[in-house]
């Protein structure tokens, strides 16, 4: 009887098991590995995707039957395709015609928009990155002076492909390490200011291919590009908005004419807000602590006073080039990609909301109150430079 | 057989077993019959019994030249020098005249000697390999012990090697395997209790328990399952394991089996029971846990903190070699986007060519593996070496050149090959290596959502899985904390203070508190 029980349970287990087989199983080699993708606008108005599909050539390790693994080298191993839509979804259905193998987006690194489609605004297909579930939250983000097919159309010789290039770039932190999913909240943020790296290609000269590499930094207001901030600036967006993991700080203090170098070890930025009537204004306070790792000046770093007075030039650079960005941010493109808002928002929920509307005009009359104090710990064992200063 | 034809057959099949034992019955009756004071009609009714039976000796002569005497005895299972010198020989001088049972007895030089009164039991001591001295006008025999038959040396088990610990093993000895027992707890409390089973070969079996450790329910329940059995013969231990286990469908193992003699003891020691059984090397031990199976002795022999870590390494692999290649074939099916994708590249590159999908490929080679190991398992030493390098070759070398199958997948299956063979058991290791393949079709199927499905499969039969009524995965279900010290990590022997709950918790102190050596340790004060 209960043996009879359970083969009742046990055979229509079985027989769906097996009936319905593995019918939606693909092996990877039926897929077509897209490691980046760029959309760029044409001149017809059209969505122009562009992706880089991994081209997995047959190894010749097999045919000589060995267990090595390939040995050819990174360049060469992909193929870029590209198709047209009026908007991205109806591109990327499009983009299955000229590919052999299902397209899948599941390892998608990076993702290039083009110059004028970021002018032209980007929540459109933002809107389909974000809601469509296979594609990559973790992907990073660019935006290319040049179209994007240009971007991806190039084969580094060092990497894998372009979007590794490129992801490693982003990841080394000299400048900004945009995802998908960051670009997403700060469009729909509080602000609604977005920051994407700026990527460029470096013509290639007879000995060089050309390659690509970040440069500053696109800013984004409501969706749209409104300017590009250069390396310099980028570097104070970063202070500003807690990012800064690797820096080098290099000051020629007050007297004499040497230089020295310090080393960021740990920086930590705090914003601080402030209403008082309807005077609305911020502070931002930033601690760091370098290391230091050049001195060609007549400081002597054993000696408290030198310390100090190096400190404080320290702290005069830091606090310049804080200003630089925020000078073109706040009064030249009026957008607020530090985020204040939200600090506005945590302390002061209430007239936030009062005054959301008119954030914009708060935003470029805000006061702000840069203050950044340096702490140097490790100074060196050679306290003064032991060879000859000035001397280049 | 009988399940096939089962329904409807019930009738003549009772009949037929009614007959059965009627026949039984009366073999039994004649067998019981008391040894009569003939000496004629005893020895004719053993001829009868061992008719055509070429090695059974009867050996007539005259006890002090007076009286007839037979001595009924198996060649080959007797100690003939010793009966002849110290029995034959006094017995055959002159005797006063008038001389009885008692003396005859104090002729014999033999420390075993036993009277015997029925058929029934001279069989059993003429087949156990004592002479039985049978006499005229003597309703009684007597059984002189002194059996001799070829065994094996003593030497290592070769499944159980270790690197330090005893070298010594079980041998198909009952008595040996007892005494090596006894020598290693030689306390009076250590009960041993024979019974003799099967109806042809009347197999001694050994009921080893610790009196006083061991639960007298354990002892009991064990006693009444194995007085169950009724059965023709018993060759091999495992003959009991399938009469007595808790879930006869389960792959996996509920009593334990060992040659080692210093494993039984350490499982004596913590309350389980032991069965030996004559004529084969291992021995049953039972209850036991999941996890013992996974225990070696090695990691008692071993620092505690070594026999820890190979401990998690073996549960570790334990898990790969269940779930490694279902987990590969899920991933490389289903989730591609889970693979970093540096990984999923080289993956995709060695698979480019292959004809046919991960799943096949999987069966394919875990199959091929099994017949390898199969194979070479079987086959004399020399030819196995010549297996293994063909199929070294073959699955290892000509098969990816040839594209058949990929690289990584060679490497999923020899690392579950090698997984399974860190499983200190054998049984515990083809369990698992059997349940792979279900649960690779399932993930085939169904991808990582199947081989969660499995792993649940599994787990449910294991957690409702009984040995002897002890929870087979305690103590992590239901949870002793105690008892974990035995699982978690193998605990140094000073925290050892307590048995396992599970069968020890009839006499649950092992020994006291507090000694934990130091150098300070035996000073004042401490």
Same mark, same amino acid.
């Given at each position: 009887m209960e043996a009879r029980r359970t083969w009742i349970v046990v055979i229509p287990i079985?027989?769906?098991?097996?009936?319905?087989?593995?019918?939606?199983?693909?092996?990877?080699?039926?897929?077509?590995?897209?490691?980046?993708?760029?959309?760029?606008?044409?001149?017809?108005?059209?969505?122009?995707?562009?992706?880089?599909?991994?081209?997995?050539?047959?190894?010749? &390790?097999?045919?000589?039957?060995?267990?090595? &693994?390939?040995?050819?080298?990174?360049?060469?191993?992909?193929?870029?395709? &590209?198709?047209?839509?009026?908007?991205?979804?109806?591109?990327?259905?499009?983009?299955?015609?000229?590919?052999?193998?299902?397209?899948?987006?599941?390892?998608?690194?990076?993702?290039?928009?083009?110059?004028?489609?970021?002018?032209?605004?980007?929540?459109?297909?933002?809107?389909?990155?974000?809601?469509?579930?296979?594609?990559?939250?973790?992907?990073n983000v660019f935006v290319s002076q040049s179209p994007a097919k240009e971007v991806l159309e190039l084969d580094p010789p060092i990497e894998r492909s372009v979007s590794q290039a490129l992801r490693k770039m982003a990841e080394n932190e000299t400048g900004l390490n945009i995802t998908m999913k960051e670009l997403a909240e700060m469009m729909a943020g509080r602000s609604r200011s977005a920051v994407i790296p700026w990527v460029e290609i470096k013509p290639g000269d007879g000995k060089q291919a050309a390659f690509a590499h970040i440069n500053g930094t696109a800013v984004l207001k409501n969706g749209k590009m409104i300017g590009r901030m250069n390396d310099a600036e980028t570097r104070g967006i970063m202070w500003l908005r807690n990012e800064v993991k690797k820096a080098t700080v290099t000051v020629s203090p007050g007297k004499g004419k040497g230089l020295v170098s310090l080393q960021l070890l740990r920086s930590r930025t705090e914003l601080i807000p402030h209403i008082e009537g309807s005077k609305w204004s911020l502070t931002v306070r930033i601690e760091t602590r370098d290391d230091i790792i050049e001195n060609t000046s007549e400081f002597d770093l054993s000696l408290p006073d030198h310390m100090n007075e190096l400190e404080r030039e320290l702290e005069d650079d830091i606090k310049r080039r804080i200003q630089m960005a925020l000078r073109r941010a706040q009064k030249e493109m009026k957008s607020d990609i530090f985020n204040f808002a939200d600090a506005f928002y945590r302390k002061y929920p209430r007239e936030w909301n009062r005054n959301k509307g008119r954030w914009d005009d708060l935003y470029s009359n805000l006061e702000i109150n840069v203050q950044a104090k340096v702490k140097v710990v490790r100074p060196g064992l050679t306290n003064k430079s032991i060879f000859k200063p000035e001397q280049r | 057989m009988g399940k096939t034809n089962g329904f409807g057959s019930r009738g003549p099949r009772s009949n037929q077993r009614e007959a059965e034992r009627f026949a039984h019955q009366e073999e039994n009756r004649q067998l019981d019959q008391a040894l009569s004071a003939n000496l004629a009609e005893n020895v004719q009714a053993l001829q009868r019994l061992y008719t055509r039976c070429s090695d059974v000796i009867f050996h007539e002569f005259c006890i002090g030249n007076r009286m007839e005497a037979v001595l009924v005895y198996i060649d080959g299972l007797a100690h003939i020098e010793e009966v002849d010198q110290h029995v034959l020989a006094p017995l055959q001088q002159d005797f006063p005249m008038d001389f009885t049972l008692a003396d005859i007895r104090g002729k014999i030089a033999v420390s075993s000697i036993k009277p015997v009164d029925t058929i029934v039991k001279v069989l059993e001591e003429i087949s156990g390999g004592n002479p039985v001295l049978l006499m005229e006008r003597e309703p009684h025999g007597l059984a002189i012990g002194l059996?001799?038959?070829?065994?094996?040396?003593?030497?290592?088990?070769?499944?159980?090697?270790?690197?330090?610990?005893?070298?010594?093993?079980?041998?198909?000895?009952?008595?040996?395997?007892?005494?090596?027992?006894?020598?290693?707890?030689?306390?009076?409390?250590?009960?041993?209790?024979?019974?003799?089973?099967?109806?042809?070969?009347?197999?001694?079996?050994?009921?080893?328990?610790?009196?006083?450790?061991?639960?007298?329910?354990?002892?009991?329940?064990?006693?009444?399952?194995?007085?169950?059995?009724?059965?023709?013969?018993?060759?091999?231990?495992?003959?009991?394991?399938?009469?007595?286990?808790?879930?006869?469908?389960?792959?996996?193992?509920?009593?334990?089996?060992?040659?080692?003699?210093?494993?039984?003891?350490?499982?004596?020691?913590?309350?389980?029971?032991?069965?030996?059984?004559?004529?084969?090397?291992?021995v049953l031990i039972a209850p036991i846990t999941f996890y013992s199976?996974?225990?070696?002795?090695?990691?008692?022999?071993?620092?505690?903190?070594?026999?820890?870590?190979?401990?998690?390494?073996?549960?570790?692999?334990?898990?790969?070699?269940?779930?490694?290649?279902?987990?590969?074939?899920?991933?490389?099916?289903?989730?591609?986007?889970?693979?970093?994708?540096?990984?999923?590249?080289?993956?995709?590159?060695?698979?480019?060519?292959?004809?046919?999908?991960?799943?096949?490929?999987?069966?394919?080679?875990?199959?091929?593996?099994?017949?390898?190991?199969?194979?070479?398992?079987?086959?004399?030493?020399?030819?196995?070496?010549?297996?293994?390098?063909?199929?070294?070759?073959?699955?290892?070398?000509?098969?990816?050149?040839?594209?058949?199958?990929?690289?990584?997948?060679?490497?999923?299956?020899?690392?579950?090959?090698?997984a399974s063979f860190m499983a200190p058991r054998f049984t515990v290791g083809i369990a698992i290596r059997l349940l792979r393949f279900p649960v690779m079709v399932l993930a085939g199927f169904l991808g990582l959502l199947g081989l969660i499905m499995g792993g649940i499969l599994i787990l449910n039969h294991l957690f409702k899985l009984r040995s002897f009524g002890a929870p087979y995965m305690a103590p992590l279900a239901p949870m002793q904390w105690r008892s974990l010290n035995d699982v978690l990590w193998r605990a140094p022997r000073w925290l050892m203070t307590k048995r396992p709950h599970m069968t020890g918790a009839w006499n649950p102190r092992r020994q006291p508190h507090g000694q934990r050596p130091g150098p300070h340790k035996g000073e004042s004060g401490d």
């Open positions: 079985v027989s769906v098991l097996l009936l319905s087989g593995c019918w939606d199983r693909t092996e990877v080699n039926d897929l077509a590995i897209l490691t980046a993708g760029g959309l760029d606008l044409t001149e017809d108005r059209k969505l122009e995707l562009s992706v880089k599909q991994y081209l997995i050539s047959p190894s010749s &390790s097999e045919q000589s039957g060995s267990f090595s &693994s390939d040995t050819g080298g990174g360049s060469g191993k992909s193929v870029l395709r &590209s198709s047209r839509g009026v908007s991205m979804a109806d591109a990327e259905s499009h983009l299955q015609q000229v590919l052999s193998r299902k397209v899948f987006w599941g390892q998608d690194e990076v993702f290039v928009f083009g110059q004028r489609l970021a002018k032209e605004g980007l929540a459109e297909p933002m809107e389909f990155l974000t809601r469509h579930p296979i594609p990559r939250e973790r992907a | 059996p001799k038959w070829e065994k094996r040396a003593i030497d290592e088990p070769s499944a159980e090697s270790v690197l330090r610990g005893p070298r010594e093993g079980f041998i198909e000895s009952l008595r040996t395997n007892t005494a090596l027992l006894r020598r290693k707890i030689r306390t009076p409390h250590l009960k041993i209790v024979t019974m003799s089973m099967g109806k042809y070969t009347s197999t001694q079996i050994a009921l080893a328990y610790l009196e006083g450790v061991a639960a007298p329910s354990l002892v009991e329940e064990m006693t009444s399952r194995l007085q169950r059995i009724e059965i023709d013969g018993i060759l091999e231990s495992v003959y009991i394991e399938e009469l007595i286990e808790d879930n006869p469908f389960s792959p996996f193992p509920q009593l334990l089996s060992t040659e080692r003699p210093d494993v039984a003891s350490a499982y004596l020691l913590e309350g389980h029971v032991v069965v030996l059984i004559d004529g084969t090397p291992s199976l996974l225990q070696s002795p090695e990691d008692y022999y071993e620092r505690y903190v070594v026999g820890t870590a190979i401990r998690w390494l073996r549960y570790l692999f334990f898990l790969i070699s269940l779930l490694g290649p279902s987990f590969y074939v899920a991933v490389i099916t289903y989730h591609q986007e889970m693979i970093p994708n540096a990984l999923l590249i080289t993956m995709a590159r060695s698979r480019e060519q292959i004809p046919f999908p991960a799943i096949v490929e999987a069966l394919l080679m875990e199959s091929m593996f099994e017949a390898l190991r199969e194979a070479g398992a079987r086959l004399p030493k020399q030819i196995g070496t010549a297996v293994s390098i063909v199929g070294a070759l073959v699955i290892g070398q000509a098969a990816i050149a040839a594209g058949i199958v990929s690289a990584p997948m060679v490497m999923v299956v020899a690392i579950t090959g090698v």
